[in-house]
Structures are given as structure tokens and as C-alpha cells.
């Protein structure tokens, strides 16, 4: 009896159909987040602040009309760094590529706030910063505090960059749930232009939440279906 009843609900309703549907749901919701990148950075400007927060903590904010102000101030370091978030450029290299801008911005005037934000000693780091643009050598010392200066900054850079991705990614998913729902509904409403009953726009509902966090996995989820209803249907001979 069981045998037959499953049987009859597999071959009424086609399982992994209907996750390859809502999976194809997440991607088209997943689009359209992803075009609203084309409106001044869209979604992707999600996530900047907490790398703007990190870097702003080692390059300080120039004065105005500062004669020791650093060829590549704290704007224009902020303006590259965005450009690379918005962009989408691999995470190693922007981080690679915000800790060497912090470094050329390394100046005596500045070692101070560096060495406070990387926990490294001031002395010493104002010491490396005079002696990097004449090519002296360093002291065993000094080079113990730039090697140090080095990993910190390297640690604060993808503390900085890891929670921004992990912001952007979620407000992403958070945005394509209702988008993914506004579509479920409108493709509801398009089959049946008669209106949709209650049972309909539920399921509708239904699938649209379901389609975010299904739409990565979708493919995988479905030949996984297909393999149990092989082995259910199997079960009846």
C-alpha cells in the first residue's frame, strides 16, 4: 500500500522539476540585484563601509593646505578602493592592493596613528618611515617592527575586506527574497490571468522564498531527487 502511494505522488509531481523551476526563480531574482549595480554601484556598495572604517584607521585624514601631506591622501585611497570593490576584483588582490597603498602613505608625520592602529612601536616605525625613501639600511630592530607592521596591517586588511564581503553577500540574498517573490507572483498571475486563488498565491509565495537559497544548490538538490524517485519506483517491482 505504501509502495503504491508513493509510487502515485512521484509520478503526480515531478520533484526535481519543480527545484530546477524555483532554482531558475533565484537566479532571474539574483539578476536583477545584480543590475542594479548599474546605478551608481547598486548592491555592490554594501560592504565598503567596513573596509573604509579599517583603512581610514591607518591613513589619516589629510589637513588642509599640509605641506607633509602624502602624494596619495586618504580620498584618492578610498576612491581606487571602492572603484576595485564595485568592480568585483578578487579579494586577495584588493586587499593586497589597500595594504600597499597604506604603506606607500607610511610618513613620519603619520607613523604615529599607524603604529596605534597596528600595535606596533612608534619609535620604531617612524624610524623605518624615515629611512624607507633614502634606501638605508634598517636596524635588525626596525625590521622586526616593519615585519610586524606588515602581518598586522595584513590581519586588519581582511578583517576589514572579510566582513564587507560577508555584508554585501547577505544584503544580496536578503534583497532577491522579495524580488524572487514579486516574480513567483507575477508568473503566477500570467498563467492564470483570471486571478489567483488563494491556494495559488500561496504557493506562489511559497516558492518565491524558497527560490534564494535554493537557486545556488538547485542542479544538485534535483539530481538528487531524480536518484530517490529511481529508488522509490524501484521499491514497486
Known sequence: MLET??????????????????GALGTAAYGVVDASKGFWGGISNRGFGDIKKVVSKCIPVPA????????LEL??????????WLNGMALTDQKSIAKALIKLNLTGANANAMAAATGVDA??????????????????????????????????????????DQRYRNSAKL???????????????????????????????????LATPLA??????????????????SWKR
Open 5 to 22: 502511494v508513493v509510487s502515485n505522488s512521484l509520478g503526480n509531481v515531478d520533484l526535481s522539476k519543480i527545484v530546477l523551476a524555483m
Open 64 to 71: 588642509v593646505n599640509s605641506d607633509d601631506a602624502s602624494a
Open 75 to 84: 580620498p584618492s585611497a578610498l576612491a581606487a578602493l571602492r572603484a576595485n
Open 123 to 164: 619609535t620604531l616605525l617612524a624610524r623605518v618611515a624615515a629611512k624607507l625613501p633614502t634606501g638605508e639600511a634598517l636596524t635588525p630592530q626596525e625590521t622586526d617592527v616593519y615585519g610586524r607592521f606588515d602581518l598586522l596591517l595584513a590581519a586588519l586588511m581582511d578583517q576589514g575586506y572579510q566582513r564587507g
Open 175 to 209: 534583497l532577491s527574497v522579495p524580488i524572487a517573490v514579486v516574480l513567483a507572483l507575477c508568473g503566477a498571475w500570467a498563467l492564470d490571468g483570471n486571478g489567483l486563488t488563494y491556494a495559488e498565491t500561496g504557493r506562489a509565495l511559497l516558492a518565491g522564498l
Open 216 to 233: 545556488p544548490v538547485a542542479k544538485d538538490l534535483s539530481s538528487s531527487i531524480q536518484a530517490a524517485t529511481k529508488l522509490a519506483q
